[in-house]
């Protein structure tokens, strides 16, 4: 394991692995808490991200877009794309500067890999001229998700996705995407939302997408967002891949978890907890 300026290089068995800093968003929480939740009070979220923050020393209103590579030694891999080059937000969009000085170059990937089409996990899909970042790669989305756009684009960045539909590749919920990499179901956020299971030499890493987007809602899993698509299936689904990597003490990346993401969710009691990856 190496980190060194938003990259961070790991194994999984055979496979090399690395997470970019595609970038990081600080929220302040004066006269609104940073993570906004239907079902939760303002006095309740801060109240929670007091007790996260007492616990880990992490800031409790900081969300990183941590974007995965996998180089399976037959494929290189990349999951989401990240904020984009043109993006608007500060701090973020650092996808393609950090690929550089991993010295690697866009047209050496031949998969990406979206999980679902919200702004920040698509916008790095094309140059802003509608020109794919990464020329030599095939696009894959689940068929769900696709479908979404096409029908009812809410919360999606419909030209990062239709701009490029001919790069496309409609999956299976479930499918194998390439030897190692398989698709697993986590609707609720958005209705086609895939993560992955990745898995070289009896190691195994689960990519959780947005299934949640910060470790408070480890304590509360049943909190949920405004523009979560499906409330009752982002719950139901979270508790599921909550039991499914801490049944299976599967290492996990997470998107939105302070870079590079990595760790164990733990059982505790009547919700989980988070222990970050030592580096």
Not at 26 to 46: C, G, N, Q, Y
């Amino acid at each position: 394991m190496s980190s060194a300026n938003g990259i961070y290089r790991f194994k999984v068995g055979s496979f090399n692995c690395t997470v970019f800093r595609d970038g990081t968003e600080s929220k302040s929480d004066e006269d609104t808490p940073s993570l906004s939740f239907v079902t939760a009070t303002d006095e309740e979220v801060r109240a929670t991200h007091q007790a996260y923050t007492e616990a880990t020393g992490d800031p409790a209103d900081e969300f990183s877009m941590n974007v995965l590579m996998i180089d399976t030694g037959d494929h290189r891999v990349l999951v989401d794309t990240g904020c984009g080059p043109n993006s608007a937000r500060a701090g973020t969009g650092n996808l393609l500067p950090l690929f550089a000085r991993a010295g690697l170059s866009t047209s050496d990937l031949d998969t990406v890999v979206i999980t679902h089409t919200h702004w920040d996990h698509v916008d790095g899909n094309t140059d802003g001229n509608g020109n794919p970042t990464f020329p030599n790669a095939r696009y894959v989305i689940s068929q769900v998700e696709w479908d979404n756009v096409v029908k009812s684009p809410r919360d999606t960045d419909k030209a990062q996705i239709l701009s490029i539909a001919d790069r496309f590749e409609q999956i299976p919920t479930d499918a194998e995407i390439v030897p190692g990499v398989r698709a697993i179901p986590v609707p609720g956020h958005t209705l086609g939302q895939i993560g992955l299971l990745i898995e070289s030499d009896g190691e195994r890493l689960l990519h959780t997408a947005d299934t949640f987007h910060h470790a408070v809602e480890l304590y509360r899993p049943d909190w949920y967002f405004d523009f979560d698509a499906d409330a009752e299936a982002t719950v139901s689904t979270r508790r599921r891949i909550f039991e499914m990597a801490a049944g299976e003490h599967l290492l996990v990346i997470t998107y939105h978890l302070p870079f590079p993401g990595l760790g164990y969710i733990e059982k505790d009691g009547d919700h989980w907890t988070w222990r970050a990856q030592s580096s």
